[in-house]
């Protein structure tokens, strides 16, 4: 005999009826049978071993049901397991489990009848045939050899009609509700679980009941999208049911594997999460057992573990944490420094903790992240001595590296994406009042070590209070240590916007002094190159404030280096006044970096004529040098012959004609002098260029 399903097909999944998400294949023989998947490719999923032949099959999402001579056999199906998986990308990840389509099938009941010759399935109900034979099997068997002979050797004669006639029966069996079903597989798991906790038989029986539970639920999603008013009413009700049962189903699946073989123990995770327990739910299931005291599950650990390693809301109460540290202080010591960083631990007792890492460090060795880890209890514990003794223990680098290693000591939702909350702790909070040069420095390390973003880090120093002070300092020494150029464009952007934002405040906006100066940066960080000579010329001996003589400096510095995009500043150089020389030479500046030198000459000579040839000396070179006699010397002539008793201006001319005497031949030379009668003054210079040539 041959069966094959109808496709099992899910409503979230199908785009329409002639395509499904899923589709099986069911092939059975009289002794086995055999489910395939037809999803992506042919896939085996199951086979069937039949105890007695099997006159006829048929498949429904629930279970297959198989007719006998005399016995109606249900067995359990892999669809649900293969069409959980299409659903949900999350299964079979940390976050949900389901059990595998390789799980091996079993029986689940039998019911006895007579003469069974067909079978159907509609909705919850399975339609028999059967009839009653007059005849024993033998007698059957021996009829049917004698036909056969008949049909060979003679003409047949026509059959008389039988006065009696076989009685045919019509069953229609309503299946055990999926519920119920579920509920008699809970109780049949409880003596399983009295006689052998741990065993593979209880684990396999609550995946059956999983699988029967998933499938009833990707099928009322389907009934819930068509219902309507009370139907729709019941459906939810009804679905609300299956989520209960499908989560205590979970729970008993963590359970399970909570203290089962290491091989399998990660799969308490997803289980528990797919329970909804909370973690006090989840640790009171996973006691020690009386004769075990100090024993724990290898999968309550792993689930403790990640439970605490995860960024979550769910603050522990002082009683749950104090517990949390006596379970990871018996089983795993090592962890004890991450579990007490977890920011749902924070209630924990901190003197309590405080004698278990006391232990941890006579017992493993003193580490920089234990170190920092007491020095926090210390802190809470208002114990200031003590905490300062233990932050001096060592030097500021390896404090720095105690941070890459365990990031939550600082700060708690680091890391991922840049929208992801953080918060700043403690102990961050004191280091921004006691140690800022280390707070800026251990924020710069986990920002260059991909454990906290730009933004977040940002919206730590935000939180501390301090965006316009230890929030700039740490954004100078993100930009000393970045090396990507998308950060480094913000960075110098953001800086450069701070510089200008302060350089126009009435009044200094803070009193707090830069962890780096102005010449510190020039340094140690490439992208603040060397003030130009010219720039000392223009800078004021004194200005409003110490701040203010900073941002100008550090301003000019970064206009100066080769990093900074002079069109992504000059917008927000417009708010600058010209009318000091300070504001001149930003803006003098930001001309000369844009190749602007002609007009750059002509302000200067109006505005300072003093640095007129510092700025031709530094700037004019190279594939500029021409702009000496083709722009400069021309001004000077002018200015000078409007004002000859300026003596800036015939310095100014003495000096430039000297360069140009040196760089020129003779006859340019002489092209460039005036006809209004003052070429004696040139002659000297003439003379100069002269010789030059002739030695050259």
Same mark, same amino acid.
């Given at each position: ?9 899910l409503g ?24 395939? !998947?037809?999803?992506? /490719? ?9 105890p007695?032949k ?29 069409? *959980? ?7 079979? +990840? ?23 010759? !067909? ?11 059967? +009839? ?50 579920? #509920? ?30 998933r ?8 009934? #819930? ?10 459906a ?11 989560r ?29 327990? !909370? ?17 724990? /599950?290898?999968?309550?650990?792993f ?152 933004? #977040? ?17 740490? %954004?100078? *020494? ?11 464009q913000?960075?110098?952007f ?11 405040a ?11 100066? *102005? ?10 190159? *060397?003030?130009?000579p ?9 200005? !409003? ?82 702009? %000496? ?43 460039l ?23 050259a």
């Open positions: 005999e041959e069966s094959v399903s109808d496709n099992f097909s979230k999944q199908s785009v329409s009826v002639d395509e499904p998400a899923c589709m099986f294949c069911f092939f059975s023989l009289p002794t086995a049978g055999h489910l395939y !998947s037809l999803r992506g /490719g042919v896939e085996h999923l199951s086979a069937y071993q039949y007695e099997v006159l006829q099959a048929v498949l429904t999402d629930h279970l297959l049901q198989v007719i006998t001579k005399n016995a109606l056999q249900s067995f359990t199906v892999r669809c649900a397991a293969v069409a *959980a998986r299409v659903e949900d990308p999350y299964i079979d +990840t940390t976050m949900k489990a389901c059990p595998p389509c390789s799980l091996e099938v079993c029986a689940l009941r039998m019911q006895l009848f007579i003469g069974l010759r !067909s079978v159907c399935a509609y909705g919850r109900h399975v339609i028999l045939l059967s +009839t009653a034979d007059t005849e024993t099997p033998e007698e059957t068997e021996r009829h049917t050899q004698r036909r056969g002979l008949s049909k060979r050797w003679a003409i047949s004669s026509p059959k008389e009609t039988s006065t009696v006639g076989h009685g045919w029966n019509l069953y229609v069996v309503d299946t055990v509700p999926p519920l119920t079903l579920y #509920q008699e597989m809970v109780e049949y798991s409880q003596r399983y679980a009295e006689n052998n906790p741990q065993g593979l038989s209880l684990r396999h029986l609550l995946g059956e009941a999983h699988l029967l539970l499938s009833c639920l990707l099928e009322s999603s389907e009934r #819930q999208q068509g219902g309507e008013g009370a139907r729709k009413m019941a939810q009700m009804h679905r609300e049911e299956l989520e209960e049962a499908f205590q189903n979970c729970a008993q699946l963590g359970d399970s594997f909570s203290r089962g073989s290491q091989k399998d123990c990660h799969l308490a995770l997803p289980y528990y999460r797919m329970s909804r327990l !909370s973690v006090t739910e989840v640790m009171s299931r996973n006691r020690p057992l009386p004769g075990c005291p100090h024993s724990y /599950g290898p999968g309550f650990l689930y403790l573990k990640h439970y605490l390693l995860e960024e979550t809301d769910q603050i522990l109460c002082q009683e749950d944490a104090d517990e949390v540290t006596s379970i990871f202080s018996q089983s795993e010591p090592s962890m004890l420094v991450s579990v007490c960083a977890s920011p749902c631990m924070m209630n924990v007792d901190p003197a309590a903790t405080l004698q278990m890492l006391q232990h941890l460090e006579d017992t493993s060795g003193v580490s920089v992240p234990l170190t920092i880890t007491m020095a926090t209890m210390m802190l809470r514990l208002g114990n200031m001595a003590r905490y300062t003794e233990l932050m001096e223990r060592h030097a500021e680098m390896l404090l720095v590296y105690g941070f890459i290693e365990e990031p939550r000591l600082l700060l708690h939702g680091g890391g991922g994406d840049k929208h992801t909350q953080v918060c700043p702790t403690a102990l961050a909070r004191q280091l921004a009042d006691s140690q800022p040069g280390l707070l800026v420095a251990g924020m710069v390390a986990l920002h260059e070590n991909s454990k906290v973003q730009l933004e #977040q880090a940002d919206h730590i120093f935000k939180e501390l209070g301090c965006e316009n002070t230890l929030q700039v300092d740490l %954004w100078e *020494a993100m930009l000393m240590a970045s090396s990507r150029d998308a950060v480094i913000e960075l110098l953001r800086l450069a916007s701070v510089y200008i934002d302060r350089l126009t009435s009044e200094s906006p803070t009193k707090h002094k830069s962890l780096k100066s *102005a010449d510190d940066l020039i340094s140690s960080c490439s992208h603040y190159g *060397a003030l130009y010219w720039l000392t010329v223009l800078n004021p001996v004194q200005i !409003s404030s110490y701040q203010h003589w900073e941002a100008l400096h550090k301003l000019q510095s970064l206009l100066c280096g080769p990093s900074l995009s002079v069109g992504s500043v000059a917008p927000l150089l417009e708010s600058l006044s010209e009318e000091t020389l300070w504001g001149f030479s930003l803006h003098l500046l930001c001309a000369t970096r844009r190749g602007h030198y002609g007009r750059s000459i002509e302000q200067l000579l109006d505005r300072c004529p003093q640095a007129i040839i510092a700025y031709a000396n530094h700037q004019l070179q190279d594939k500029h040098m021409a702009l %000496w006699w083709q722009k400069l010397l021309p001004e000077l002539c002018n200015r000078t012959r409007a004002t000859a008793d300026n003596s800036i201006l015939l310095g100014a001319l003495k000096e430039t004609l000297v360069v140009v005497a040196m760089e020129t031949s003779p006859t340019e030379f002489l092209e002098i005036p006809d209004d009668g003052t070429a004696s003054y040139f002659l000297p210079h003439l003379l100069t260029c002269s010789q030059r040539h002739l030695l």
